[in-house]
């Protein structure tokens, strides 16, 4: 706790700097124009344009069918210029206000053309926010250096992460996780287990999403967090190649290598990673039982040890063709292999309620898994006219998810026993999706957004238990089950923005239809039982903005959106979590619905202040059944009833001096859940997460001090979650001409960063604590090779926004 402290103080000095910064303006106000050309004195319509000061993002806009585009009352100053379009080399050019001359001509050179690079003197900022997300630029951060996506989104403002592998943005859980535009297709452990094997190495960004469009799923009750992986679109071969090596109790190494060939009509890429690591999960548990009339009857001591190995090989590769200057298709295939190899060690101790040993379990786990998935993707996208486009993209996804549990307890007493069971849980998921989106540009600052989508979801899943039992393995036809279960959902969307002055609007409105079917196979001593359920809703969101003036703006933003159970937390037969806990589905779970409202106030690119408010019905939770096996905790989920999040969220983005950068943002939720869990309950909790990121250039070394600390938290009616945080630093130093990038980090300096809390169970609570290999040191190279290297946009696919929500939850 000691530690965690010295994080707070030194945000504390952070914000007295900050102040102090934030009050004293530049005076004067003056604006800059501009008339984007290409090199053939064609207009380059809807190029990018930002203007930055000082290394941080200041405004961004899109030029207009002239090729012109004008930033008004801007503070007297100097002003970095980029352009950005595709096919032409970047523009960077400095401009300073007022000034006698306040516009300019930017001639764009076409990619083919050999020219003398062009040095950006701005830098990319670990963290920006843009209208409805905030965007982590994952190699502008030197801390991030060999680590995995899980631990990118650990250190992320306003994300948790729970020890079920489960991702809550802003207070809320039930996050759709999407890579590329695609979703992940998993939640809970099997998320937990893809994100924690992905190198951070192959993402280029990662946008938090709260309140999304009506363009994209309604799905995700806590909006959609995309992580982007890399794509270069840069002329000719590029390329870059990153290694690195790490060490905490464990050894781990990232790796990735990422080549990009364009010429002509045709770029094509293709990405390849390869991480191996080993890791650990240190567990305490201790669980008491209670009577009827609350009194003590017995404790169990549950210490337990999780080691294990994981070996990522991933693959993407694909390409785009120019067919016309108007018309683009593309293709995209990728896969991943993921062997996962666990052995698990733990020890029960039975004691009586004045502690007395009554007799000791040992268990032995030995959990293999093999994930396996592999997607094909086809696009395209043709321009109608200057103001209409129209494209399609159309997907196959496949995933294979195969799990061996083996089980040895063995009781140590006068009068003890050789337990051994063994479970084998192959899952299998195919999806197909398809989707259109057509686009209208008005004339004047306004566009028009429609478009459909359907997916289709099919799922197997088989899960076989045996006893040893008499010299043979016996099948356990009470927990054995095949699951199989068909999911389709068609959308329709339309979204409208327009800009009046100094207002701005987006008003969408999507619809969804969702129907599944699900059948339960039976056996000799359970049932055959068959559900569905068909069901649709309307889901409006949308924001109006101010600009008060060149300094404040003003932006209230509305939306609804839905959780769907997952596939799992459908099945109602047994998943084994040890000998004593057991998890099972709920057929009869229903959706969860949110509307959140938020209202939010930009100052400069200094400061970003929001309040919110969300409420969610039928909301998810687990659930505690009475079992026929003594002592064994079977729990579900199920809806319990309503929740009320109100939000304050502040978030500062400065350079206090040229030396300096800093990113800090404090998210405060007050939460409120009331229902029927057993009996009715009202929960509330105020949970508070800080997160700053402070980069130093000291001569040609960029260091970095960055760290977060999340107060007791709850994302569950039975489980509590205490205080934790880390901080980590690193320095990096470019390198062989600044074609190479030499990074050294240690991540969780103070070994702080340990999962804790409590569990309130029927007639009985649980105390836990977890941790992990979390203190690590790591040395990362990078080495970029071929024309200038650029990190590029990859497009969505038409499953982007499905199915983040099948694999339990």
């Excluded at 990522?312 to 683009?328: L, Q």
């Amino acid at each position: 706790m000691t530690d965690l402290i010295k994080v707070l103080c030194v945000l504390a000095c952070q914000l007295i700097c900050l102040t102090t910064y934030s009050q004293n303006p530049t005076a004067g106000t003056s604006g800059l124009s501009f008339t984007v050309l290409k090199d053939d004195g064609g207009a380059a319509v809807g190029a990018t344009v930002k203007l930055l000061k000082r290394g941080a993002p200041v405004k961004a806009a899109i030029t207009d069918d002239a090729g012109n585009i004008s930033f008004i009352n801007l503070h007297k100053g100097q002003y970095t210029c980029t352009v950005s379009f595709t096919g032409y080399l970047p523009y960077t050019g400095v401009y300073n206000t007022p000034s006698a001359v306040n516009s300019d001509t930017i001639i764009l050179q076409n990619a083919k053309t050999q020219l003398q690079q062009v040095t950006v003197t701005a830098k990319t900022p670990a963290i920006e926010h843009a209208q409805g997300k905030v965007i982590i630029n994952v190699d502008a951060s030197v801390t991030n250096a060999g680590t995995t996506v899980l631990e990118v989104l650990e250190k992320s403002p306003g994300v948790n992460v729970d020890r079920n592998g489960g991702i809550s943005l802003q207070g809320k859980p039930g996050v759709l996780i999407m890579i590329d535009g695609k979703p992940t297709y998993l939640s809970g452990a099997d998320l937990n287990n893809l994100l924690s094997s992905m190198s951070s190495s192959e993402v280029s960004k990662i946008e938090l999403m709260p309140n999304p469009s009506a363009r994209y799923d309604a799905a995700g009750n806590a909006g959609i967090i995309n992580i982007k992986t890399k794509k270069n679109k840069q002329q000719g071969f590029n390329g870059t190649f990153t290694a690195s090596a790490g060490h905490g109790v464990y050894p781990k190494s990232n790796n990735s290598i990422i080549l990009n060939y364009r010429a002509g009509k045709v770029n094509s890429f293709l990405n390849y990673t390869m991480n191996y690591g080993e890791y650990l999960t240190d567990l305490y548990a201790l669980r008491k039982y209670y009577d009827s009339d609350n009194n003590l009857v017995s404790m169990l001591d549950q210490p337990a040890y999780f080691a294990g190995t994981f070996f990522n090989n991933a693959v993407k590769t694909g390409f785009d063709y120019s067919i016309t200057p108007k018309t683009t298709i593309g293709m995209v295939l990728s896969g991943t292999i993921v062997p996962r190899s666990g052995n698990n060690r733990s020890t029960a101790t039975w004691l009586s309620p004045s502690g007395i040993a009554d007799s000791v379990i040992n268990t032995h786990n030995i959990n293999d898994t093999y994930f396996k998935n592999g997607t094909i993707n086809l696009n395209g996208r043709h321009a109608i006219s200057a103001q209409q486009d129209i494209a399609f993209d159309a997907d196959y996804l496949h995933y294979t998810i195969n799990s061996e549990q083996n089980f040895t307890n063995n009781r140590a007493a006068p009068v003890g026993y050789n337990e051994q069971s063994r479970g084998n849980i192959p899952t299998t998921i195919r999806i197909a999706s398809g989707k259109i989106d057509y686009t209208l540009r008005a004339k004047k600052e306004g566009s028009l957004q429609l478009g459909w989508k359907s997916s289709f979801t099919k799922t197997d899943n088989l899960a076989s238990y045996q006893n040893f039992a008499g010299g043979t393995w016996q099948e356990d036809l009470r927990k054995s089950n095949h699951f199989l279960y068909d999911e389709n959902i068609h959308a329709l969307y339309a979204s409208a923005e327009k800009k009046y002055g100094k207002l701005s609007a987006q008003a969408g409105l999507r619809y969804e239809h969702t129907g599944y079917r699900a059948h339960q196979l039976g056996n000799t001593v359970q049932a055959d039982s068959a559900f569905k359920r068909d069901y649709g809703g309307l889901f409006p969101s949308g924001y109006l903005s101010y600009q008060a003036d060149s300094v404040n703006s003003f932006t209230l933003t509305v939306s609804r959106r839905i959780d769907r159970p997952a596939f799992q937390n459908l099945n109602p037969f047994y998943f084994i979590i040890n000998k004593y806990t057991y998890q099972t589905g709920n057929p009869y779970i229903l959706p969860q619905y949110s509307w959140t409202f938020k209202l939010s106030h930009q100052f400069k690119e200094l400061l970003n202040t929001a309040v919110s408010y969300s409420r969610i019905t039928n909301y998810f939770s687990q659930l505690f059944l009475a079992d026929s096996e003594k002592d064994v905790l079977l729990y579900t989920y199920g809806n319990v009833g309503s929740t009320y999040v109100v939000g304050l969220t502040e978030s500062i983005t400065t350079i206090p001096f040229k030396w300096w950068n800093v990113n800090a943002t404090a998210v405060y939720n007050y939460k409120k859940l009331s229902g029927f869990n057993g009996s009715s309950y009202t929960t509330t909790i105020n949970q508070l997460s800080i997160n700053a990121n402070n980069q130093f250039i000291i001569g040609n070394y960029t260091a970095e001090l960055s760290g977060f600390y999340t107060t007791r938290a709850r994302n569950d009616v039975a489980e509590l979650l205490y205080p934790t945080g880390q901080l980590s630093a690193g320095v990096s130093r470019q390198i062989l001409k600044k074609k190479a990038t030499l990074k050294f980090t240690v991540r969780d300096i103070f070994y702080t960063n340990a999962m804790e809390g409590f569990t309130t169970f029927p007639n009985a609570t649980e105390y836990f604590k977890m941790m992990r290999d979390t203190r690590v040191y790591t040395i990362a190279f990078t080495y970029r090779f071929g024309n200038a290297y650029k990190t590029g946009k990859r497009g969505s696919g038409s499953a982007a926004d499905e199915m983040g929500r099948v694999g339990g939850g």
